[in-house]
């Protein structure tokens, strides 16, 4: 798909779109003859006519994927990751045409577009790398040594749904659906109406790299309609959004008893230390504040700056901040794009307003730019701000960020942690060491050091997943891809049985294993 964009780089119609929605919305589990429509942040002009699904056409989609599912499931991991690895080279050598598909439904800058790009990529090519390993039937010590050989394997769950929002329409239905895939599950999936293209086009480019029909199936639709479907016929249920929805899905899921995990909200703390390099931390911080204007749950919605480099940092970030550029154009020109939805618009405005109502300093800032777009928010700075303020404790999501002074890290650390939430934080200093240390104090499921966000979260290998109201399970890493799994034991008997020799009595046999423990604890074979 081309875009036209004006001599001034600002977004002109998305040529060609109307071609790209019937390719890529045939492959939508959609028979009610419904349609929905989106709009286009930037502009607000209308965007695409998308059909809508029913709770009937999830039944049916998921009944089409548990058929596809039995031959996927048959395949060995190595071959279930070949069209991985072909899915990665197409999402890199095919990234103008989707960078502009994200920028059209989230309007998000282009350089946070690029980032989705480069995440679904990687991430899916260490998965693939990673799946025939981990998946790897594995032996293990048995009841008696040499005589029972027990087995471990690793079965997928069946038929998967995956729920995801909309602020990061690439990145987060790959990052759940493909390791649920590498595992041999089939998977159902319900991206954001919003943003459904961009989902939809990964559905199409998996299918491209070599992925059989109907094991990825997108459903389409509001939460109220097929929210119950989804995790009524699901045998697991990923989610990434708000900490209520997520906790109303986890309790659906467990009256059924079927495996669950989500990723949700944040308000995320930076500590930065008095030996920081400033010009690290401000630039890391302007990137973790305002990335996708805030719409990201790891992103800092806090910063606690020690008294000693307080006034020196506040005065540098509120002038970067100012100095950022706002546009709707499809180049790398913006430091920052829109907001995606009038909601979130609404959210950031009253925040801000009701701090500033209530003795907030605004440092940089603190209104809408509705001469670039209708949901444009200026990336916005603020100090003072308290307990009695939304901005203080609830999610923001959106580019506002306030600033706290601090005086040793005790106090730091005990602010950070003042919250429900616990998904990423962030520390800033010199001392690498030290900064470990602090992290480790810290109540949440990543910790970056001198990085905002993005350190942990491309470290594939390793998990990432909230505390507390945060989460529940763990997305990269082993766990991952392992919790798309069932567990299974196999183990047989050899040579004797576990009830001792024939004839042996119970007593004689009691002496003998206990003597047979203290043997194995003595040379460490157990």
């Excluded at 659906?252 to 690290?280: H, Q, T, Y």
């Excluded at 003072?384 to 203080?392: F, L, Q, R």
């Excluded at 949440?444 to 998990?463: D, F, H, L, M, R």
Aim: negative net charge.
């Amino acid at each position: 798909m081309d875009t036209a964009t004006s001599t001034s780089g600002r977004s002109a119609s998305p040529a060609g779109l109307e071609d790209v929605v019937p390719r890529l919305t045939r492959r939508v589990a959609a028979a009610s003859g419904k349609t929905t429509q989106t709009a286009a942040p930037f502009t607000g002009a209308p965007l695409a006519e998308l059909p809508e699904s029913s709770a009937a056409d999830v039944a049916a989609a998921f009944e089409r994927a548990r058929a596809a599912q039995r031959f996927w499931a048959a395949l060995s991991p190595r071959e279930r990751a070949e069209p991985f690895v072909r899915f990665h080279d197409l999402v890199l050598s095919r990234q103008r045409e989707i960078l502009d598909l994200i920028q059209w439904e989230t309007g998000k800058a282009r350089r946070h577009a690029f980032e989705e790009v480069y995440d679904a990529a990687g991430g899916t090519l260490h998965y693939a790398r990673q799946a025939p390993r981990l998946l790897r039937t594995r032996r293990i010590p048995g009841a008696v040594p040499g005589a029972t050989r027990t087995h471990h394997r690793r079965l997928p769950r069946g038929a998967v749904a995956v729920i995801s929002p909309w602020n990061y329409p690439l990145t987060l239905p790959v990052a759940d659906a493909v390791p649920a895939l590498l595992a041999g599950n089939a998977v159902v999936a319900k991206p954001d109406t919003q943003t459904s293209l961009t989902a939809l086009w990964a559905i199409e480019t998996a299918v491209e790299a070599g992925l059989p029909e109907d094991l990825w199936i997108p459903v389409i639709g509001r939460p109220e309609e097929i929210g119950d479907a989804l995790v009524d016929n699901a045998d697991y249920v990923s989610f990434t959004g708000s900490s209520a929805v997520g906790a109303e899905i986890g309790q659906r899921a467990a009256r059924r008893l079927i495996g669950f995990s989500a990723e949700l909200g944040g308000k995320n703390p930076a500590v930065v230390c008095a030996d920081a390099d400033m010009d690290w931390t401000v630039e890391g911080l302007q990137r973790a504040g305002f990335s996708n204007a805030g719409q990201l749950c790891i992103s800092m919605e806090r910063i606690y700056v020690h008294d000693s480099v307080y006034d020196e940092f506040a005065e540098r970030f509120a002038d970067a901040v100012r100095g950022m550029e706002l546009n709707a154009a499809f180049d790398y020109s913006a430091d920052m794009g829109s907001l995606t939805y009038r909601r979130q618009f609404d959210r950031v405005s009253a925040h801000v307003e009701d701090a500033r109502a209530k003795g907030a300093e605004i440092l940089a800032g603190g209104g809408p730019r509705d001469d670039v777009g209708p949901l444009f928010y200026e990336p916005t700075v603020m100090a003072g701000v308290t307990p009695t303020m939304d901005a203080c404790s609830a999610e923001t999501f959106g580019p506002v960020v306030s600033l706290y002074r601090f005086f040793d890290e005790d106090e730091a650390v005990d602010a950070a942690n003042s919250t429900d939430y616990g998904l990423n934080a962030s520390v800033w200093t010199r001392d690498t060491a030290r900064g470990r240390r602090l992290a480790e104090r810290i109540e949440a499921g990543t910790v970056n050091i001198n990085e905002g966000y993005g350190a942990a979260w491309a470290s594939y290998g390793a998990p990432m997943g909230g505390m507390k109201r945060s989460g529940v399970g763990r997305r990269h890493g082993p766990e991952g891809l392992l919790r798309y799994t069932e567990s299974q034991t196999v183990a047989s008997q050899h040579y004797i049985g576990l009830g001792g020799p024939p004839g042996m009595d119970a007593r004689t046999l009691s002496t003998v294993m206990t003597a047979g423990a203290r043997l194995m604890k003595r040379f460490r074979i157990r």
